[in-house]
């Protein structure tokens, strides 16, 4: 089945460790982004890569990284620089730039900084 | 800069019919799109409006109006399942094809 895994599902960290969370598409799907949730809040944006190695800030970008050295993989890790790093993240794909292109999530990582 | 507005929550019965609406404001609209999110759950796509009036699919439609800068979710016949979060999102300006979303509109459907 074609799909987009998160893993781990759930993560805890201690505070001043990065952590990296996992995204694997198996859509053959060009762009793929990583939002965070808040409880109660809408999903936005952290970053996002058009195609593979290229990538670019979103609009909370600090304190995070990622990188796309496959078309399938696009790992996100969450450093020490990140002050509030506790919340749900989620991992999506498009199949290209149309507009309007749906968005396939993943089934997302709940992070907790203990 | 660009923003989504739609209301918190809705609370609705069985059988009923629901609208959720969402106004937006943003440079270079290239449509409007809603998602359902279930609690603890992925988002997952319902609807996208690139021109203005209804789009059909099943029991949930959706309306654009481009010149209100608003749309708005339909549900009809609810069910319980269609309890879940619903949140309405536009491309995000210079960001390719990534989205912005609203805040979500918690609909709760009571027997």
């Known amino acids: 089945d074609g799909g987009i895994t998160q893993s781990p599902k759930y993560l805890f960290r201690k505070e001043g460790q990065n952590v990296t969370l996992s995204c694997e598409q198996n859509l053959n799907h060009d762009a793929m982004y990583w939002y965070r949730q808040d409880p109660g809040q809408g999903l936005r944006l952290i970053y996002y890569?058009?195609?593979?190695?290229?990538?670019q800030k979103g609009d909370i970008a600090e304190g995070y990284s990622v990188s796309r050295e496959k078309k399938e993989s696009f790992p996100l890790t969450v450093t020490s620089a990140q002050k509030n790093p506790t919340a749900f993240y989620l991992c999506?794909?498009?199949?290209?730039?149309?507009?309007?292109?749906?968005?396939?999530f993943g089934p997302g990582t709940r992070l907790t900084v203990l | 800069g660009q923003s989504l507005e739609q209301p918190s929550e809705v609370t609705a019965v069985e059988g009923a019919i629901v609208q959720i609406n969402c106004t937006y404001q943003?440079?270079?609209?290239?449509?409007l799109s809603w998602y359902q999110q279930h609690d603890g759950g992925a988002p997952t796509f319902l609807s996208y409006?690139?021109?203005?009036g209804l789009e059909e699919t099943g029991r949930f439609s959706s309306f654009l109006s481009r010149s209100d800068s608003y749309g708005y979710l339909l549900l009809q016949e609810l069910q319980m399942k269609d309890s879940a979060s619903y949140f309405c999102a536009v491309r995000a300006a210079g960001a390719g094809t990534a989205l912005i979303f609203g805040k979500g509109t918690t609909l709760s459907v009571s027997s």
């Open positions: 943003t440079s270079g609209f290239y449509g």
């Open positions: 409006n690139a021109l203005d």
């Open positions: 999506a794909s498009t199949l290209g730039a149309g507009v309007g292109n749906e968005q396939f």
């Open positions: 890569s058009q195609i593979v190695n290229d990538f």
